[in-house]
């Protein structure tokens, strides 16, 4: 027999999970002392739930794993909602490790410490499922369970509840018997190939599924293949590199994208759920469309679907290129791919010359890696990222499309660093959503954790001014009055420096690249307006 506590964590160390997010409460203490006594998993001490959450989904996406929070009964695991709903949204395979106020009381309405009616409701439309322990339950079996859930089909957050009593009281060890096996559907791709091959000019749309599904190899093959350009979401973006000759960016996009676009006939969207916000809420039409996803959820929500292809959407890609194996490649298909895309980088050039942000982005990625991730905020510089930055591998284009919250980038460049510590990694993020959670700069420098923050500002919401000055010709209540954030920074134990330029802000990004420590990078600039209804 051992405790409850230790029938979360020994299911943990199962599942190769090393890492866990949190900070220890007067209810999770005994799952805090058995992690103590598990050398394997590491713990990151974070300063508030909400960013715990944030650093969780980030090393998830980052390391293409399951990810951990340990919170506490009631207001700490309220924090973690608009971190659950980005996961959620961002199809994040996080764990939320929570606690209850003792078995018997709950629901009893005594006004027990933190006590909340109904606490797992809170999560009831931002997970995948809700695990609550209870007395008789098997907290080994249930917890295996819930790992099961989060990394299964399309991955996402769940939640995982143990009333504190629970977690000190005896437990039984887990079931030794393996789960059943069962084997994944894939539907009979005949229909699409057939649809494929009719079609003039065939587009392919792939979303955060397909990189969640490590799907950049596969995509790469069919684009090629098919002589097909390549749209994505924001998050989609380097599943096919931006200097790939059929890729095309995002999908979003007007001018040279739209085009290609509207030249289309037939579009295969892959692991996307074509959302409002994520394409449509752009404008964006779509030709005849094959939608391939886990299930039929988002099926002919926003866009009407020709065929919709559910299952296992791995296997459903590899059908696609098992049936075209054979096919030559269209030449004249070719030739207007490789038009088009000329057409776009004439474009391009046109853009960088009147707009000072793209100098800026360009300055960033002169400085990284291929294999780099820039983690961007909801953010004037953010958004142009969004459509301009130049992602070279999959899932090196990191945001805050879920929930579309501010302050999200910063925290998910830690946990992307901590996954990936070899890597390189950066966050973009504006004054506003710096300051939700600067304080986690301790975190940083309590664990050694280092790379930059690059805190771009214009002393205001700048998105928020810029869309009051558009609809209503006046701003209220967007202008900010900000701390020194240089001296902020530092008294954190961080570097920190002000620039003014992309060549001062390539200057610092580089030198704080190589030193590997905690740097706090100032960009005091403004950036006017988003991209969104110019390009």
């Known amino acids: 027999m051992t405790s409850g506590a230790d029938g979360i964590v020994a299911p943990l160390k199962e599942a190769g999970v090393d890492t866990v997010f949190g900070i220890p409460s007067i209810h999770n203490i005994r799952l805090y002392e058995a992690l103590r006594g598990e050398p394997s998993i590491h713990h990151i001490l974070c300063r508030q739930e909400a960013t715990a959450g944030n650093m969780a989904d980030g090393y998830a996406r980052a390391g293409n ?115 059943q096996v069962i084997e994944p559907s894939v539907p009979d791709p005949g229909p699409a190939l057939t649809l494929l091959r009719e079609a003039k000019q065939p587009l392919l749309l792939a979303g955060t599924g397909a990189v969640r599904a490590d799907l950049g190899d596969d995509i790469r093959a069919l684009a090629e293949v098919l002589a097909a350009p390549v749209v994505t979401t924001t998050n989609g973006k380097g599943i096919l590199p931006n200097d790939h000759p059929l890729c095309f960016g995002h999908a979003a996009r007007g001018g040279a994208v739209r085009e290609m676009v509207q030249a289309s006939d037939l579009c295969l969207a892959i692991g996307t759920r074509l959302r409002e916000s994520d394409i449509k809420q752009h404008g964006l039409v779509l030709p005849r469309l094959i939608h391939v996803d886990w299930d039929e959820t988002w099926v002919g929500k926003n866009y009407e679907t020709e065929l919709a292809l559910t299952g296992h959407v791995p296997n459903i890609v590899k059908g696609l290129l098992q049936g075209l194996a054979g096919d030559g490649t269209d030449v004249d298909r070719s030739n207007r791919v490789r038009d088009m895309r000329a057409g776009l980088e004439d474009e391009l050039r046109e853009i960088r010359k009147a707009r000072v942000e793209l100098a800026y982005l360009d300055t960033i990625r002169d400085c990284l890696a291929a294999d780099s991730i820039l983690c961007v905020d909801n953010t004037q510089l953010g958004y142009w990222a969004e459509y301009f930055y130049p992602s070279l591998c999959s899932g090196g284009l990191m945001g805050t499309k879920g929930s579309t919250t501010i302050g999200f980038s910063f925290a998910a460049a830690i946990g992307a660093k901590v996954a990936c510590p070899d890597r390189q990694v950066v966050s973009l993020i504006g004054d506003g959503g710096f300051l939700y959670n600067s304080h986690e700069l301790a975190t940083c420098l309590h664990h050694g954790i280092g790379f930059p923050v690059i805190v771009s500002n214009d002393n205001a919401y700048g998105i928020i001014a810029f869309l009051q000055r558009n609809f209503y010709k006046n701003e209220h209540e967007s202008r900010l009055s900000n701390p020194d954030f240089v001296a902020l920074a530092r008294s954190y134990g961080a570097q920190s420096v002000r620039v003014d330029s992309p060549a001062g802000l390539g200057d610092a990004l580089s030198k704080a690249l190589s030193s590997g420590e905690m740097w706090m990078i100032e960009l005091s600039a403004t950036f006017p307006e988003p991209p969104f209804w110019l390009y």
Not at 154 to 161: M, N, Q, S
Request: charged letters at 25%.
């Open 65 to 179: 794993r399951l990810a951990v929070i340990a919170a506490s009964t009631g207001p700490g695991t309220g924090y973690t909602v608009p971190a659950m709903q980005e996961a959620w949204g961002s199809s994040s395979p996080v764990l939320l490790i929570t606690t209850n106020i003792h078995a018997p009381r709950i629901g009893k309405g005594l006004g027990v410490l933190h006590e909340m009616v109904d606490q797992d409701r809170l999560f009831e439309t931002i997970t995948k499922a809700r695990f609550k322990v209870r007395p008789g339950d098997n907290l080994h079996d249930m917890t295996r369970e819930a790992i099961r859930t989060a990394l299964a089909d399309r991955p996402g957050p769940v939640y995982l509840e143990v009333p504190t009593d629970l977690l000190m009281e005896e437990s039984e060890d887990g079931s030794t018997l393996s789960s």
